[in-house]
């Protein structure tokens, strides 16, 4: 009598869990998105305020279409929105996202996160004061 080979349900199951808990393939994107460790520091630095295009770019030691590159993917991975007013892009955290709100929360703890998420305070109380 010979027996049937196992099924292989250890390789199909993460795939399963996948398509019931993301169908649309969101959870891959919102950690596609976090990989990446300057798609991580704009999230802070978005954390307390909303900024330009130009205000972030600013920040970075990289070409402006990298960075629109990557608020693109933080944009297409929920994470981000942005609002035209006048003739700049406002890109804004979402607030009310779990991936932002666990990210904010390793960013607190992160030395690197931290002192972004300072600036941002700091950057949101400035423009309260302009105002």
Do not use: W
Not at 11 to 20: G, K, N, Q, S, T
Not at 37 to 53: C, E, G, Q, W
Not at 58 to 65: L, Q, T, V
Request: glycine residues 6%; positive net charge.
């Amino acid at each position: 009598m010979s027996e049937s080979p196992p099924a292989k349900i250890d390789d199909e199951l993460p795939a399963a869990i996948e398509e019931v808990v993301s169908p649309d393939g969101a959870f891959q994107r919102v950690f596609e998105a976090l990989a990446s460790a300057p798609r991580r520091r704009i999230l802070a630095y978005l954390s307390h305020t909303s900024l330009t295009a130009g205000e972030i770019a600013a920040r970075f030691d990289m070409s402006k279409p990298s960075i629109s590159q990557h608020l693109t993917v933080l944009e297409n991975a929920g994470l981000v929105s942005k609002e035209r007013r006048g003739q700049f892009i406002h890109y804004t955290l979402i607030p009310n996202n779990l991936t932002n709100t666990l990210t904010g929360f390793a960013q607190e703890v992160c030395p690197v996160g931290r002192p972004l998420r300072r600036e941002s305070k700091a950057l949101a109380e400035r423009k309260v004061g302009n105002k």
